[in-house]
């Protein structure tokens, strides 16, 4: 089955401890892409790599790290995570061969940072 | 910069016909994106404009003017599984690599009895 998996799911955790969360796709997807949610913002992207080593920054990267060192995985760090990161995460792959290529989400992470 | 704009919240009728409306101010357009999210998941696709004029999918329509910055979403026969945010998302020319969306804030439509 073609699709997007996203560790944790839900976490807690407290300032300053340092987190993972990974994210994997199945469908030899290009583009990769984090975004956060939050309640009246809307998905506001965070990082997005368009293929293996080459990752970029969107509109909200401050606080975040990412990395691609293989094409089906784009890992989300948070070095010293801060209340203001309380939010619902997604990752979200695409194909980059044509205009109407669409991105997939995964399920979701919801993290809270105490 | 981007701007997008869609109504907060909708209330419609089981069996009805209801329309969802998104205007967008962008540098640079590369198409537009609806997608469905139900609380607490993943947003899921549901249509794709990028030349003017109307996009059918079984109950689910949606029209772009470019023009204009517009686009709607016409869902039909309404369900009360329909009950849900429908995001309105434009990528915008070759910034984020060229597949950079920008989201709405999304529209919390609610179908009832």
């Known amino acids: 089955e073609a699709q997007v998996t996203q560790n944790p799911r839900y976490l807690i955790t407290v300032t300053g401890k340092k987190l993972t969360v990974t994210c994997s796709q199945n469908m030899n997807h290009e583009y990769m892409s984090w975004y956060r949610q939050d309640p009246g913002l809307g998905l506001r992207q965070i990082y997005y790599s368009m293929n293996v080593e080459v990752t970029d920054k969107g509109d909200v990267p401050e606080g975040y790290k990412v990395s691609r060192k293989e094409k089906r995985n784009f890992p989300l760090i948070l070095e010293s995570p801060s209340p203001n990161q309380t939010s619902l995460y997604f990752c979200?792959?695409?194909?980059?061969?044509?205009?109407?290529?669409?991105?997939?989400f995964g399920p979701g992470t919801r993290l809270t940072v105490l | 910069g981007q701007n997008i704009d869609q109504p907060t919240e909708m209330t419609a009728t089981e069996g009805a016909i209801v329309q969802i409306n998104c205007t967008y101010q962008t540098s640079g357009f590369n198409g537009l994106f609806w997608y469905q999210q139900h609380a607490g998941e993943a947003p899921t696709f549901l249509s794709y404009?990028?030349?003017?004029g109307l996009e059918e999918k079984g109950r689910f329509s949606s029209f772009l003017s470019r023009s204009k910055g517009y686009s709607y979403l016409l869902l039909k026969e309404l369900q009360m599984k329909d009950s849900a945010s429908y995001l309105c998302a434009v990528r915008g020319g070759f910034t984020g690599g060229g597949n950079k969306l920008t989201f709405g804030t999304g529209t919390q439509l609610k179908v009832e009895l």
């Open positions: 404009n990028v030349l003017d």
């Open positions: 979200a792959s695409s194909l980059l061969a044509g205009p109407r290529d669409t991105q997939y």
